[in-house]
């Protein structure tokens, strides 16, 4: 399982929605869109129309993974932080009912505003 206590992706960047989808293909619901999807070294976070989708690749050789589905429904609050001049990096939390907070940092390129919008959208 992800430790979501010591923030567990650091310095996601944006991936390719399709490549995202093929390789949840098995986890998606028939109706579930990606819409945004990440990469960081070997994990990986996907926005869905129904959630968040957060694949822990555990091990030397990565055939053991973890997938987590945290549903945009038990977000109590979340907070965006956007780049500054020498900290350039983005950073999103959470606070879902029953987890805790889940904190996520993404590269500077990382539209963090948009994922703000996203959020709004799917849980206010």
């Known amino acids: 399982m992800i430790d979501f206590a010591n923030?567990?992706?650091?310095?996601?960047h944006l991936r390719?929605?399709?490549?995202?989808?093929?390789?949840?293909?098995d986890l998606l619901l028939h109706d579930e869109q990606v819409y945004v999807a990440f990469r960081g070294m070997r994990d990986s976070v996907t926005f869905t129309s129904k959630r968040i989708l957060?694949?822990?690749?555990?091990?030397m050789t990565g055939k053991k993974k973890d997938y987590?589905?945290?549903?945009?429904?038990?977000?109590?609050?979340?907070?965006v932080e956007t780049a500054g001049t020498f900290d350039r990096d983005t950073e999103l939390e959470l606070w879902f009912s029953g987890l805790g907070r889940v904190k996520l940092e993404?590269?500077?390129?990382?539209?963090?505003?948009?994922?703000?919008?996203?959020?709004?959208?799917?849980?206010?």
């Open 7 to 12: 923030a567990a992706f650091v310095k996601l």
């Open 16 to 25: 390719d929605s399709a490549e995202a989808h093929a390789e949840l293909a």
């Open 54 to 59: 957060a694949l822990n690749v555990q091990g």
């Open 68 to 79: 987590t589905s945290l549903p945009y429904s038990r977000i109590q609050a979340f907070s």
């Open 106 to 124: 993404f590269g500077a390129s990382v539209d963090i505003r948009g994922l703000g919008r996203l959020l709004a959208e799917r849980c206010l």
